[in-house]
Nanobody, 124 residues
């Protein structure tokens, strides 16, 4: 069982940056693939980035170069650094976890555990 709690969301102007954190409970955090997803109003939840227990990462193509995922297994925490934010990045951001044996899933169904989400709002 893994419990996830996101933090770090907020209101930022276009061009600004935010760093989201996701703190995980449980002794086996380091064995989990972690993912970040987002959901804008009226839209489906979409994959943003994922990172394996070994640090391998995958990004959705449109966000490469602006978003960076990382993890600190000693702190049971995964991060999402978001730079040059745009109004279209406005969404609720969720972290997710799954035991995927070194793989990253890009679909919602690939993850077993979810946080409650944190709101990111980018003003123009």
């Amino acid at each position: 069982q893994v419990q996830l709690a996101e933090s770090g969301g907020g209101l930022v102007q276009a061009g600004g940056s935010l760093r989201l954190s996701c703190a995980a409970s449980g002794r086996t955090f380091s064995s989990y693939t972690m993912g970040w997803f987002r959901q804008a109003p009226g839209k489906e939840r979409e994959f943003v980035a994922g990172i394996t227990y070994g640090g391998g990462h995958t990004y959705t193509d449109s966000l490469k170069g602006r978003f960076t995922i990382s993890r600190d297994n000693a702190k049971n925490t995964v991060y999402l650094q978001m730079n040059n934010l745009k109004p279209e990045d406005t969404a609720v951001y969720f972290c997710a976890a799954a035991q995927l044996r070194g793989l990253v899933a890009t679909g919602v169904g690939g993850y077993n555990y979810w946080g409650q989400g944190t709101q990111v709002t980018v003003s123009s």
